[in-house]
Antibody
Framework: EVQLVESGGVLVQPGGSLRLSCAVS????????MHWVRQAPGKGLEWVSY????????YYADSVRGRFTISRDNAKNSLYLQLNSLSAEDTAIYFC??????????WGQGTLVTVSS | SYELTQPPSVSVSPGQTASITCSGD??????AYWYQQKPGQSPVLVIY???KRPSGIPERISGSNSGNTATLTISGTQPMDEADYYC?????????FGGGTKLTVL
């Protein structure tokens, strides 16, 4: 069974930092591209970042470029997102998702990041 | 930047056909994808590459994409289909989502 489990979401002050993790199981992690997608409370889906199987190709949304860093550890079956210089606009549920045929075919349950003083 | 436009809401009676549109400049020249999200749950991929269904998605859910519009069609709509639906495509090195459509089954 494919599983993706996010963790690391917390309440953080504006300007702060944190790292999100996504632990996967049930498939060969190193064979799949991965995404981070977020959803602000009551709002729609917003794509955040993409990483290729080896980590050699990385893309970011304009809204997070320069502040967020995606990475992966294929030996640990884990995906990461480092979030820096956070603002209230970054408050959202952050989902990790498996990339397949240019879509996201499996999603985790999400982890909530709240940016507030 | 590339934009995808969806109607905020669509209503349908049980057993009828629901159509949800997604508009973007020459969208038909690229693949469209669709996700279903029920309250408090994670999104589920229901259509990929315009009209393909992942395993487990019922045949009454279908997709098409031509010109500037992709369409998600749900035939014989059931109460369980009530959800938010999002279209998605790629623009160069960016993933783009539509704003989402709330499907209400009255």
């Amino acid at each position: 069974e494919v599983q993706l489990v996010e963790s690391g979401g917390v309440l953080v002050q504006p300007g702060g930092s944190l790292r999100l993790s996504c632990a996967v199981s049930g498939f060969t992690f190193s064979s799949y591209d991965m995404h981070w997608v977020r959803q602000a409370p009551g709002k729609g889906l917003e794509w955040v970042s993409y990483i290729s199987t080896s980590g050699s190709i990385i893309y970011y949304a304009d809204s997070v470029r320069g502040r967020f860093t995606i990475s992966r550890d294929n030996a640990k079956n884990s995906l990461y997102l480092q979030l820096n210089s956070l603002s209230a606009e970054d408050t959202a549920i952050y989902f990790c998702a498996r990339g397949q045929a240019r879509s996201a075919d499996y999603w985790g349950q999400g982890t909530l990041v709240t940016v507030s003083s | 930047s590339y934009e995808l436009t969806q109607p905020p809401s669509v209503s349908v009676s049980p057993g009828q056909t629901a159509s949800i549109t997604c508009s973007g400049d020459k969208l038909g020249d690229r693949y469209a994808y669709w996700y279903q999200q029920k309250p408090g749950q994670s999104p589920v991929l229901v259509i990929y590459q315009d009209n393909k269904r992942p395993s487990g998605i019922p045949e009454r859910i279908s997709g098409s994409n031509s010109g500037n519009t992709a369409t998600l069609t749900i035939s014989g709509t059931q109460p369980m289909d009530e959800a938010d639906y999002y279209c998605q495509t790629w623009d160069s090195s960016t993933v783009v989502f539509g704003g989402g459509t709330k499907l209400t089954v009255l």
